[in-house]
């Protein structure tokens, strides 16, 4: 087998550490009862209109939020 470059083994670590939030976010949010669907869409609406108070952005804080 060809070993992998440094720049890949980085590019892995982050992928794998952003997929862990992403799972941790997922079963947060399906521990509360909620719809991942619409905590997500929540979530990424806030964020492309502008919202930087990500702690109202978590999923205990979200039908909370202030920037919707």
């Given at each position: 087998p060809k070993?992998?470059?440094a720049a890949s083994d980085v590019?892995?670590?982050q992928g794998a550490e952003i997929a862990a939030v992403y799972h941790s976010i997922i079963s947060?949010?399906?521990l509360q009862g909620?719809?991942?669907w619409d905590y997500l869409g929540k979530f990424f609406t806030g964020i492309l209109n502008g919202c930087r108070?990500?702690?109202s952005?978590?999923?205990q804080n979200i039908?909370?939020?202030v920037c919707q």
């Open positions: 070993p992998s470059s590019y892995k670590r947060t949010v399906k909620r719809s991942t108070d990500f702690l952005l978590a999923p039908d909370l939020a």
